[in-house]
């Protein structure tokens, strides 16, 4: 299925708005069916808008992206916040950072690997303009108040209770501003005991549970990635989409309340079932599955690893005959079904690694692939940027920074996405302030 969310606007004054989601059905062999959704925005929600750019694609087609015509402002920082904003850019949607001036998001200094820059930053804030503002100041805070005038979407991810006293929260705005959508983005809620909590991510990764089943059974880990950040944004993400077309069917905005403890807890529901009613929860077993074996890394020749994974009997008994040439292992009572391999874990990590020792690790991902056994290479860093498949099929462009030009992914899913500059602290502030017909 395919959806296309357009905001056309006109500057005349006797025409309003037209919002429009066309929801296309496709089949295969069967031509498409459009069924048009529209909604007028209520005349006492009618601003004029500021001026939107049209989307740069990666290709060279013509078709408006998603959320061409669209405006998010982001009272933004860190990673949550802004990672939803750029996939809302990344569908063409205009996106106003709002920023401190000179410093601006504290996440531009988290280090500076990429020609300078930080790597946090300029994955997440590519496509993006950038309105420096000192929000305490009252002449920067009127600008922000009539910005939102114009804004669809406002996405926030400031302290609690920070937008209520700048008198930007959706209760203070929902009123005057009864289509616009405001997503806040909090680590644990705005509500409960711990609503006023500092959240970063390892915090509520912690506090989720994540690290009981991360590391091994003496020491837990942390994931790698911002994985609390990136939970939350997905789901504010995904949240301002489905506003966005309840909005094009009721003429109404919404406000979308997203808590990254939250969004955790439902990535951990697997985990959580698994120790329903009391029972014991899974052990953390390093980069091994905790209820799954053989499924992990094992070590090979040469000092290599390779990662691979048995779902099933069937595969079972092709590692066993195909790969490792041990036919009888797989009537081995200690081994006979996946409860008891897994329990077993340990001896059967040391048959398969002792055969394992004697053969490459391009030899054992040959034998596994003929086995239809499902494997990877262990990669690092390195070998994602050389990744032979993201290569063959196109998914690398480039977009614009301060300090020149860097490699970019595409969206996943996207043939072609807006992919913008990556904006210095208070480059679009001219622009936008004569845009909303103030001076600097």
């Known amino acids: 299925m395919a959806f296309r969310i357009s905001n ?11 919002i429009s989601a066309y929801v296309t059905f496709r089949s295969f062999k069967t031509s498409a069916r459009p069924l048009l959704l529209s909604w007028r925005r209520p005349p006492e929600a009618k601003q004029q808008p500021i001026r939107q750019q049209r989307a740069y694609l990666t ?7 998603l959320l061409d015509g669209i405006t998010v402002v982001g009272l933004e920082q ?7 904003t750029r996939q809302l850019a990344d569908l063409g949607a205009r996106v106003i950072k709002v920023e401190r001036p000179g410093i601006g998001d504290f996440a531009r200094a988290y280090d500076t690997r990429v020609d300078g820059l930080a790597s946090h930053f300029v994955w997440t804030n590519r496509s993006k303009e950038s309105l420096a503002l000192d929000l305490k100041q009252d002449k920067d805070l009127n600008v922000l108040k009539k910005l939102l005038k114009k804004a669809d979407v406002l996405v926030q991810n400031l302290a609690p209770g920070a937008t209520d006293r700048l008198g930007v929260s959706y209760a203070k705005l929902k009123d005057d501003h009864p289509s616009l959508i405001v997503c806040d983005i909090s680590g644990y809620g705005d509500t409960g005991p711990y609503r006023d909590k500092k959240a970063y991510d390892l915090l509520v990764q912690s506090e989720a549970g994540m690290l009981s089943v991360t590391g091994t059974e003496t020491e837990p880990a942390k994931v790698g ?3 609390a950040d990136i939970a939350s944004a997905m789901y504010a993400y ?11 069917k009721t003429g109404r905005g919404s406000r979308v309340d997203i808590s990254m403890l939250e969004a955790m807890a439902e990535w951990m529901s697997f985990p959580m079932y698994y120790a329903y009613n009391g029972q014991p929860a899974p052990k953390p077993i390093g980069a091994s599955h905790a209820s799954v074996y053989p499924y992990g890394p094992f ?11 048995v779902q099933n009997e069937r595969e079972w008994v092709r590692l066993c005959v195909e790969v490792l040439e041990l036919p009888d292992l797989a009537t081995d009572p200690r081994f006979v079904n996946n409860s008891l391999r897994s329990e077993h874990r340990r001896e059967l990590k040391q048959i398969i690694c002792d055969i394992f020792a004697n053969m490459s690790v391009e030899a054992v991902l040959r034998q596994l692939d003929e086995a239809h056994i499902a494997n990877a290479q262990v990669k690092d860093m390195q070998g994602l940027w050389n990744h032979e498949q993201l290569r063959a099929r196109g998914r690398w462009t480039k977009v614009e920074t301060a300090k020149g030009t860097i490699p970019v992914l595409l969206p996943p899913g996207m043939a072609h996405a807006r992919m913008g500059k990556v904006p210095d602290v208070g480059e679009h502030n001219a622009k936008i302030l004569a845009e909303l017909g103030l001076e600097q």
Request: glycine share 16%; net charge positive.
């Open 225 to 227: 990635i911002s994985i």
């Open 59 to 65: 290709t060279g087609s013509t078709q408006d992206l």
């Open 78 to 84: 860190a990673i949550a916040a802004p990672f939803c």
């Open 299 to 309: 070590e090979t020749g040469g000092g290599g690893s390779v990662m691979f994974g």
């Open 238 to 248: 995904s949240g301002i989409l489905g506003a966005l077309m309840n909005r094009s």
């Open 8 to 18: 056309q606007r006109w500057n005349c004054p006797t025409r309003q708005p037209l």
